[in-house]
């Protein structure tokens, strides 16, 4: 099981990218998805998260409006699509995927954003949002 993660990069304050996520090993209909980031000196923290399972997603407060996860099963790819960025959403991305409690996993899609049972990580990919 791997996750494999591209995208990101630099862009002006307004701008928009997307971060992609390609899973291997397993179906993402099965797993919650999830996107977290640390954004330097900070801790990392749950900014998206997905279960087609359950049928619901969840944002950050910060990111609510702006960011969207989504999937394209066919691909095997979960996106970021993170819109009108702002500098403070500079930080590392991470995708991460863990299966939920009907398969034996531990990995559920709530308001708080946790990593509980998130036990697939990507490598990384830095979003730096400047002038």
């Known amino acids: 099981l791997q996750l494999v993660q591209s995208g990101g990069g630099s862009v002006q304050p307004g701008g928009s990218l997307r971060l992609s996520c390609v899973a291997s090993g397993f179906s993402l209909n099965d797993y919650t998805l999830g996107w977290f980031r640390q954004a330097p000196g900070k801790e990392r923290e749950g900014v998206s998260c997905?279960?087609?399972?359950?049928?619901?997603?969840h944002y950050a407060r910060s990111v609510k409006g702006r960011f969207t996860i989504t999937k394209d099963n066919a691909r095997k790819t979960f996106y970021l699509e993170m819109n009108s960025l702002t500098p403070e959403d500079t930080a590392v991305y991470y995708c991460a995927a863990g299966s939920i409690p009907p398969l034996g996993g531990q990995a559920m899609c709530t308001g708080d954003l946790g990593d509980v049972g998130m036990d697939y990580w990507g490598n990384g990919t830095l979003v730096t949002v400047s002038l």
């Open positions: 997905s279960s087609h399972a359950y049928g619901i997603s």
